[in-house]
Nanobody, 122 residues
């Protein structure tokens, strides 16, 4: 079993910055990728950024150049640095671990964190 715990959300003014953190605990032998999703009120959840086990990174077009995803393999941490925040970035941000195996012989599983609220308002 794997637990994902996000932190770092909060209230920020437009143009401000926040750094989200996701701590993964439990049995993790390998994973395919870690990702950040967000869901604004009344909208569908959308993929914001991902980083694969091989280091490939990509972003939602609307956040390119403003957001940066990174990871610390030693501590099983994933981060999302968000700069130049806009009101439309306001949402609950979720961490996701995809195709995680506890051992070499374990089945693949996906996990979600509980989410952290980001509010962008003056």
């Amino acid at each position: 079993q794997v637990q994902l715990v996000e932190s770092g959300g909060g209230l920020v003014q437009p143009g401000g910055s926040l750094r989200l953190s996701c701590a993964a605990t439990g049995d993790i032998y390998s994973f395919k990728q870690m990702a950040w999703y967000r869901q604004a009120s009344g909208k569908e959840r959308e993929l914001v950024a991902f980083i694969t086990s091989g280091g490939k990174i990509d972003y939602l077009d609307s956040v390119k150049g403003r957001f940066t995803i990174s990871r610390d393999n030693a501590d099983n941490m994933v981060y999302l640095q968000m700069n130049s925040l806009k009101p439309e970035d306001a949402a609950v941000y979720y961490c996701r671990a995809e195709r995680v195996r506890a051992t070499l012989w374990s089945p693949y599983r996906d996990y979600w964190g509980q989410g952290t609220q980001v509010t962008v308002s003056s």
